[in-house]
């Protein structure tokens, strides 16, 4: 069975920081462009970040520019978000999710991952 698993969210106050894991098993996501996506209560699931397969390329929503990272490591066939300077607005579950049909992002829309996790939540307190 495919999975992927996150981990890593939590209640954290404004300013801090957190680091969301995405464990993948079932296949090797290697090769496949892998990204972050959130959704706050009451709003679409919005792109956060991606990331190509040998993690040389990484795009990230303006709103988290400079303040949020995302790796991966093969190996371990895990990606992850670090997340600093966190704010209430950061708020929401967030999701991996992978594109096992490229190896870069091709966008950042919700339709072109096929594979998503069960999400994690993060709660930023002011």
């Known amino acids: 069975q495919v999975q992927l698993v996150e981990s890593g969210g939590g209640l954290v106050q404004a300013g801090g920081s957190l680091r969301l894991s995405c464990a993948a098993s079932?296949?090797?996501?290697?090769?496949?462009?892998m990204g972050w996506f959130r959704q706050a209560p009451g709003k679409e699931r919005e792109f956060v970040a991606a990331?190509?397969?040998?993690?040389?390329?990484?795009f990230y929503a303006d709103s988290v520019k400079g303040r949020f990272t995302i790796s991966r490591d093969n190996a371990k066939n895990t990606m992850y978000l670090q997340m600093n300077s966190l704010k209430v607005e950061d708020t929401a579950v967030y999701y991996c999710?992978?594109?096992?049909?490229?190896?870069?992002?091709?966008?950042?829309?919700?339709?072109?991952?096929?594979?998503w996790g069960q999400g994690t939540q993060v709660t930023v307190s002011s």
């Open positions: 999710a992978a594109d096992s049909r490229s190896h870069s992002p091709r966008s950042s829309q919700v339709p072109q991952y096929d594979y």
């Open positions: 079932g296949r090797t996501f290697s090769e496949d462009a």
């Open positions: 990331i190509n397969w040998s993690g040389g390329g990484r």
